[in-house]
């Protein structure tokens, strides 16, 4: 099992462009997460899915857009770019019945 | 709104040191209690949680102590090695299971 994974590892954007970030997981999990890692304020939720075609605004949804068209995938989408969103994208996700969040290896975006 | 706050920010143990971070929450709600841990470009992995019905938890060196009456949680880790240098992270989950709120992050570095 590949467990979390995420695509791309690192990009850089310029103000005003857009991209997606691609979260795939393999336990069959039903919720995914997409978090943001800034220093010293340490991981903040933007979006999240309780199952397929499902979603919903965590913390710090402005900016970012999401889909979950199949179980397996959660996309977090940025329509144009701005500096603010320069940070590490985090992916998780977990079963319904338990608590433990598994998290991807991150994705580096820095938006010039 | 920082709904967890945790510190130090960042904390330095000499090998064989007791390293301990510490987490205040305001929600009353919130009934489960995590710690992430976090090596250098990787991913956050759970370490040890714990639920408000006790007030400390062991694993191995890895202990928490939680204080209801306080809203307090900490993170106590026993002989800390230089393998144990990573940011940590506390949580907490609220009542409705699917969402977990993160503390500001701590940085720990064991010096051989």
């Known amino acids: 099992n590949a467990g979390v994974t995420q695509t791309p590892k690192f990009r850089v954007l310029k103000t005003g462009q857009s991209m997606t970030l691609l979260c795939a997981q393999d336990m069959n999990h039903e919720y995914m997460y997409w978090y943001r890692q800034d220093p010293g304020m340490g991981l903040r939720l933007i979006h999240y899915s309780v199952g397929e075609g499902t979603t919903a605004k965590g913390e710090v949804p402005d900016g970012y857009n999401v889909s979950r068209l199949k179980k397996q995938n959660f996309l977090l989408g940025l329509e144009s770019a701005a500096p603010s969103q320069t940070s590490v994208y985090f992916c998780?996700?977990?079963?319904?019945?338990?608590?433990?969040?598994?998290f991807g290896p991150g994705t580096r975006l820095l938006v010039l | 709104q920082q709904q967890v706050k945790q510190s130090p920010q960042s904390l330095i143990v000499q090998k064989g040191g007791i390293s301990i971070i510490n987490c205040a929450y305001e929600?009353?709600?919130?009934?489960?209690f995590p710690w992430y841990q976090q090596f250098p470009g990787k991913g956050p992995a759970l370490l040890i949680a714990i639920r408000p019905d006790v007030s400390e938890k062991k694993e191995g060196r890895f202990t928490i102590s939680f204080n209801k009456s306080a809203k307090q949680f900490s993170l106590h880790i026993m002989d800390s090695q230089p393998g144990d240098s990573a940011t940590y992270f506390c949580?907490?989950?609220?009542?409705?299971?699917?969402?977990?709120?993160f503390g500001e992050g701590t940085q720990l570095t064991v010096n051989p």
């Open positions: 949580a907490a989950r609220g009542t409705s299971g699917s969402r977990l709120t």
């Open positions: 998780a996700s977990k079963q319904d019945t338990q608590e433990t969040q598994y």
């Open positions: 929600n009353t709600a919130f009934d489960y």
